[in-house]
């Protein structure tokens, strides 16, 4: 018997041993509103505390669409709330907003003044930070098309297969007269390149299934009706590395890359020494160097033990030793 479970916001989770499908469901439209953005941030709260979920995989429960883009009426609102102002002075705003938000006692009132609107998109931007930086892997299933915070969403995922069809993915957000506001202008860039998103996003033309991978915005292009099946094949797959591992990955390449090399190799030397000292590289390593000296020669180099090991997600281990 499928072990549903629905959450306020639209989240519809099943277990699949250590993977977790979620089907965001945004109504008739299938889109995202503030609602269903403060049940993912929930859901990451659950995920970065607990240790039985190695990936995640979000599809949406709209047949057609992944997420069909932001809830345009909570942009709206949002908007009447923030002070014509110069765009240094919001600049200010937008900073006090990331501080107030941190501040538990402080947050609840300000949320009901002009403060409001930006303390909601700095949780968002938290919230996809967050996927980045945790040791669980975020698999985008994109059933369907993906517009605005659909893409953006699905940018924040590590890896992103979307079905084959009649869909699209994009930022058309300039034809609203605003910018990407979920993290387009950011991610995307890196994704694609800086000036095939510039151009992305100065037309706000969306791109095909079989445009979206040439130009690497998603990973592969599925059969829909293979989409969940494929989805989880590879969120098993990937998911049995060494969560330590991964977590120091993700933080390394999406907090590291966009720095200068000196201050991105300081990240990297950061999360290097966090895992080397975790009990799971310790064991591995201390498996390895048995092998080693067991056989006479590197364990790698011989390809049946590596392909064991991909397959495993981890160096195979002939002692009592285990991996976490």
Not at 9 to 31: F, K, Q, S, T, Y
Request: proline share 5%; glycine share 12%.
């Amino acid at each position: 018997m499928k072990n549903t479970r629905i959450r306020p916001g639209g989240l519809e989770m099943d277990n699949h041993g250590a993977v977790l499908l979620v089907r965001l469901d945004g109504g008739p439209h299938g889109i995202m509103g503030l609602a269903m953005a403060d049940a993912l941030a929930e859901l990451v709260d659950e995920l970065e505390s607990g240790q039985e979920v190695k990936a995640v995989i979000l599809t949406g429960a709209h047949p057609g669409r992944f997420i069909g883009h932001a809830d345009v009426r909570w942009l709206q609102e949002g908007g009447t709330t923030i002070p014509s102002i110069a765009r240094g002075m919001t600049s200010a705003v937008a900073y006090s907003a990331a501080t107030v938000r941190r501040m538990p006692l402080v947050a609840p009132v300000a949320a009901f003044t002009p403060l409001g609107g930006a303390m909601q998109l700095d949780k968002l931007h938290n919230t996809f930070m967050r996927m980045n930086r945790c040791g669980v892997l975020f698999i985008g299933a994109l059933n369907g098309s993906a517009l605005g915070l659909g893409s953006e969403l699905a940018q924040a995922c590590d890896v992103r297969l979307m079905a084959d069809g009649d869909f699209i993915i994009g930022q058309p957000e300039v034809l609203l007269g605003i910018p990407p506001g979920g993290g387009g202008t950011q991610r995307l860039t890196r994704l694609v390149g800086a000036h095939r998103a510039l151009m992305m996003m100065l037309e706000g033309r969306p791109a095909s299934p079989a445009r979206a991978l040439e130009i690497g915005l998603v990973d592969e292009v599925v059969a829909p009706d293979r989409l969940i099946e494929r989805a989880l094949e590879l969120a098993q797959y990937l998911g049995a590395r060494p969560r330590d591992a991964i977590r120091a990955i993700k933080r390394a390449v999406y907090v590291g890359g966009s720095m200068s090399l000196e201050d991105g190799l300081h990240v990297e030397r950061t999360e290097f020494m966090s895992a080397l000292s975790g009990d799971s590289s310790q064991s591995l390593m201390l498996e390895y160097m048995d092998r080693t000296e067991h056989e006479g020669d590197l364990p790698l180099y011989e390809p049946v033990i590596f392909e064991q090991a991909l397959k495993l997600g981890h160096f195979p281990f002939t002692s009592s030793r285990t991996v976490k």
